[in-house]
T-cell receptor, first 115, second 109 residues
């Protein structure tokens, strides 16, 4: 299995531009999670889906952030417009199902730099 | 909001030494997971503990879940440079996982 796939691995953009991060979860996994990691705040859960349906988006920082999961094998996280404080590593993770006992498998992350 | 405090935040020791890192909360969790993250990669699960007082061993790593299921510890015996990384604990509850900020561990040869 290829594991969770994220693209791009690195993104550098200017303030005000739209940024789209992409994720392909592990085949057969029903749950997908988007996280943001910074030194100051650690790993923060932004939003998660179960069976392609958004369950909890309370971690999304602002309306500039949006996420979609049009099918079981693809999800996007969009930031529009981007700001320098959005600079972070964004991780996508998937698990077999929701529930505290399920292992989450993380992708390699997208390092976003907004100048 | 359930918070997990990890300590120490940073730890640098010599190869061969033993160490313990901690994960504490005022909340009760149904499970506790430990992940290790290496630079440029995502976190990878090391272990899941679910029962209060549970102890699990993974080679030189020993994980313990507190009796009240509010805290956990990770003990590494005879640390090696390959143990270097960010160690994250994550508490499981109805809302999924809550991650601590992690312990940055450096093992110097």
């Amino acid at each position: 299995d290829a594991g969770v796939i994220q693209s791009p691995r690195h993104e550098v953009t200017e303030m005000g531009q739209e940024v789209t991060l992409r994720c392909k979860p592990i085949s057969g996994h029903n749950s997908l999670f988007w996280y943001r990691q910074t030194m100051m705040r650690g790993l923060e859960l932004l939003i998660y889906f179960n069976n392609n349906v958004p369950i909890d988006d309370s971690g999304m920082p602002e309306d500039r952030f949006s996420a979609k999961m049009p099918n079981a094998s693809f999800s996007t996280l969009k930031i529009q417009p981007s700001e320098p404080r959005d600079s972070a590593v964004y991780f996508c993770a998937s698990s077999l199902d929701l529930g505290s006992g399920y292992e989450q498998y993380f992708g390699p992350g997208t390092r976003l730099t907004v100048t | 909001t359930q918070l997990l405090e990890q300590s120490p935040q940073f730890l640098s020791i010599q190869e061969g030494e033993n160490l313990t890192v901690y994960c504490n909360s005022s909340s009760v969790f149904s499970s506790l997971q430990w992940y290790r993250q290496e630079p440029g990669e995502g976190p990878v699960l090391l272990v899941t503990v679910v029962t209060g007082g549970e102890v699990k061993k993974l080679k030189r790593l020993t994980f313990q879940f507190g009796d009240a299921r509010k805290d956990s510890s990770l003990h590494i015996t005879a640390a090696q440079p390959g143990d270097t990384g960010l160690y994250l604990c994550a508490g499981g509850g109805a809302d999924g996982l809550t991650f601590g900020k992690g312990t940055h561990l450096i093992i110097q040869p």
